[in-house]
């Protein structure tokens, strides 16, 4: 990447949909409701002690960079579509059912962009240890994971679709 080139964004379609909405959320009702919060602490005279105006001024620069921050995701977003996923290989927007050898257990994994992980969902990134080792590999392929210990784990994998409920 050169000087000043940001990273792309890999989202699924309702990922992409989920960021708009909070964006629009918080350009429309969020702002509104911070303006007139403090409206409402200056009214109540002095701003050198006043706390209500304090954590305004605060929650009104989370939302300011909370809209800086989704403006730039979507700037450099990539969109994928479900239903144009291919299936012949692991990659954001399929579901991947493995075969964990470590554990003997079967998991299954829809693959993310990074702003979408929910793990207690099953959602994974792209860019995680376990999804990273996944990406581009096939039916019966097994991949193995370096885990933080040194340690790997080792997954076959054993079906590849297409994610249905991103």
Do not use: C, W
């Not at 792209?126 to 019966?140: D, Q």
């Amino acid at each position: 990447m050169g000087e000043g080139q940001e990273k792309k964004q890999i989202l699924t379609y309702a990922g992409l949909k989920k960021l708009q909405d909070e964006l629009q959320d918080l350009k429309g009702n969020r702002r509104k409701e911070i303006a007139e919060k403090l409206k409402e602490a200056r009214a109540q005279g002095d701003l050198s002690e006043n706390a209500e105006y304090d954590a305004a001024k605060d929650e009104q620069r989370d939302i300011e960079a909370r809209i800086e921050e989704i403006e730039g995701i979507l700037k450099n977003a990539e969109v994928v579509v479900e239903g144009e996923t291919r299936t012949d290989t692991v990659n954001v927007g399929t579901r991947v059912t493995l075969f964990d050898m470590t554990e003997n257990t079967e998991v299954i994994y829809d693959i993310v962009g990074s702003q979408e992980v929910n793990i207690f969902a099953g959602k994974i990134s792209n860019e995680s240890p376990v999804g990273r080792a996944l990406i581009g590999g096939k039916v019966n392929d097994v991949v193995k994971v370096e885990l933080a210990d040194g340690s790997f784990d080792s997954y076959k994998i054993l079906l590849i679709e297409r994610s249905q409920h991103i």
